[in-house]
Structure formats: C-alpha cells, structure tokens
C-alpha cells in the first residue's frame, strides 16, 4: 500500500490525472492525498490597473464575482475527485487547505511514497518545476497523452542516480514488472553499456522479460526520438544534480520527453 501526494490545479483539474491516480491506486490499495492549489489570476492578462479589486468584478450574466466563480469551480473540482475515488472504492483525503505554499509541499513530500501531478501543465509551473529538484519522493508526471502503460523506458547513463531512479521506480510500481520494459542507454562516443554485467543481473532478479537498448548520438535527442517510437510510455529519470547547468539540462530533457515524446514521466532523487 502506497502513500500518494496527488497535486491538483484546482480550477483547471484535469480528467487525465484523477484517472491515473485512481487506477494507481486499485492496484494495491494505495492511499490518495489530494491537494488542489488554488492559483490566483494572472492579472497582467487582463491588464487591469487595479488588481486588487479584480476578484471583485462580477459577471454580468451570473452576478457572481470571479472570487465567488473560482471558489465554486474549485469545490466543483474537488467533489468530482471525491465520486471518482468513491465510485472505485478508494481511500482518499481532499486537503481543503486552498493556500498551500511550496515550502508546504517540499515539507509534505518527505511522508509520501511519491508525488502524482499533470505532466503537460502543471509541469511549467513553479511548485511543479521547483518541486522536481527539492521534494523528499519521487515525482510522477501523468501525461495526458497515456492512457494506459505500455511501455516502459528505463533512461540510464551509468550513474548511481540513474540506478536509484530504475530500483524505486521498480519497488514503487510492481504491477508493471510485467509490461515491455526497456533499459535504454546513450552514448556519444560509441561506448559500452557501463557496468553492463551488474546490471543485467540486477534486471534479471526484479524483471521477467526486458530488452536492453544502446544508442548513439545526442541524448536528449534520442530519447525523445526513442520515447515517441514507444505509444503510451513513462519514462523513469534520475535526478537534476547539484549544479545549476545540471538542474537546467536535466529540467530541458525532462520537458523535451514530456513535450515531443508525449511520455509520462517518473523522477528521483538521492
């Protein structure tokens, strides 16, 4: 049984990610924490000069303002995540805390198995992308372009952080030790797989069937590449690293896969 952080945007819930959490979740009866974050409006849209009375403005055909508008959506939002864990019998908490920082989220993350949230939005903003490099779990991005797993992409590059990622996802999600999983390494000098003798015997103990690939060239370009050839995927990464040039490449690959390789995406950390 597993502990999920689920991350929501309140007003722009995505049908994708309730879908994903909730399947998740029956596998092995894991339990579902919801938070749904409620972003305020990005008033330099509207060009208003006065944004402090903007959630005051009313609709003209509902008479309601957009504070009162937002405040509806977001419980709207809540309760379909309620029916949808209780038409599957599945244990949850709505988090009814709407002013939730990213301190809050980082601290929280330490008392979770791992963070679920929307790959193709909240992906771009800045709990998500802060949250990539700080949380205490591993993080899963649901893409909206999967609808189920079906194909698995282990990204290794003979680092300790690469296998860490592999070992937690593989004691994470043992329902899918099942699915075509595929070990993929990339090199640009024609190189060997690194420490290739231990890690197929590691693969060997947690895997039943799984394929190893070495490719040649840019790395972000061939696992992107490799990830589109692969429908309804998830991606397993390590982590950012220390170093910003580190942080901003690992960030760059993590939202080229998500992008144009149309994957989900799961990452760690040490």
């Not at 305020?40 to 055909?61: K, V």
């Not at 309601?64 to 508008?69: D, Q, Y």
């Not at 004691?171 to 070990?183: D, G, I, N």
């Not at 910003?244 to 993590?254: G, P, V």
Request: hydrophobic residues 40%.
């Amino acid at each position: 049984m597993r502990n999920i952080l689920v991350v929501l945007n309140g007003k722009l819930t995505p049908d994708h990610v309730v879908r994903t959490a909730v399947n998740i979740a029956i596998t092995d009866s894991s339990f579902l924490h919801a938070v749904f974050l409620n972003y305020s409006i990005d008033l330099a849209e509207y060009q208003y000069p006065f944004p402090n009375d903007l959630s005051l403005t009313r609709n003209n055909l509902t008479g309601k303002t957009i504070a009162e508008e937002d405040a509806e959506l977001l419980e709207s939002n809540m309760q379909v995540f309620r029916d949808e864990c209780e038409a599957a019998k599945v244990d949850f908490r709505v988090d009814t805390d709407k002013e939730i920082t990213l301190t809050s989220l980082v601290e929280m993350s330490a008392f979770f198995d791992f963070i679920l949230a929307d790959a193709n939005e909240n992906l771009k903003q800045y709990h998500i992308a802060d949250l990539l490099v700080q949380a205490h779990c591993p993080i899963y991005l649901a893409s909206k372009h999967v609808d189920k797993i079906r194909n698995v992409v282990l990204t290794y590059d003979g680092s300790f952080s690469s296998m860490y990622a592999i070992k937690m996802y593989t004691y994470l999600f043992p329902q899918w030790r099942s699915v075509p999983t595929l070990l993929v390494y990339v090199s640009d000098k024609n190189e060997k797989l690194p420490n290739e003798s231990n890690i197929k015997k590691w693969l060997s103990k947690h895997y039943l069937g799984y394929q190893i690939r070495v490719l040649q060239g840019d790395v972000g370009e061939e696992l992107v590449k490799y990830t589109m050839s692969l429908p309804d995927s998830l991606a397993v990464m390590g982590s950012f690293g220390r170093s910003k040039i580190s942080r901003l490449f690992q960030k760059s690959l993590a939202n080229s896969i998500i992008e144009n390789g149309k994957s989900s995406l799961f990452i760690t950390h040490q």
